[in-house]
């Protein structure tokens, strides 16, 4: 996989409660929380790593689903 397609990828985060955080972090060589997004429960954020976002950190109960999978945090 390619840089450009490495970033392109698209990954689904779905809230199983209220408070959910979605936590995007800086590509590079600063690594820095850039966003934070609050899901309530069964709200569904849809995003893709990006030139600026390298790392995603959500907190709370939520399904992640990426190319590489699906995950529930619970
Ligand atoms: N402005 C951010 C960017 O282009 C928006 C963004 C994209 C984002 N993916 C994200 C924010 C994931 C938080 C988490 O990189």
Do not use: P
């Given at each position: 996989?390619?840089?450009?397609?490495?970033?392109?990828?698209?990954?689904?985060?779905k809230?199983?409660?209220?408070?959910?955080s979605?936590?995007?972090?800086?590509?590079?060589?600063?690594?820095?929380?850039?966003?934070?997004?609050?899901?309530?429960?069964?709200?569904?954020?849809?995003?893709?790593?990006?030139?600026?976002?390298?790392?995603?950190?959500?907190?709370?109960?939520?399904?992640?689903?990426?190319?590489?999978?699906?995950?529930?945090?619970?």
């Amino acid at each position: 996989m390619d840089d450009s397609t490495a970033k392109s990828d698209f990954f689904v985060i779905k809230a199983l409660e209220d408070g959910v955080s979605v936590i995007g972090l800086t590509r590079g060589t600063d690594t820095r929380f850039h966003h934070s997004e609050k899901l309530d429960r069964n709200e569904v954020m849809i995003a893709q790593f990006t030139e600026h976002t390298s790392a995603v950190k959500v907190r709370g109960k939520a399904i992640i689903q990426t190319s590489h999978g699906e995950i529930e945090n619970t």
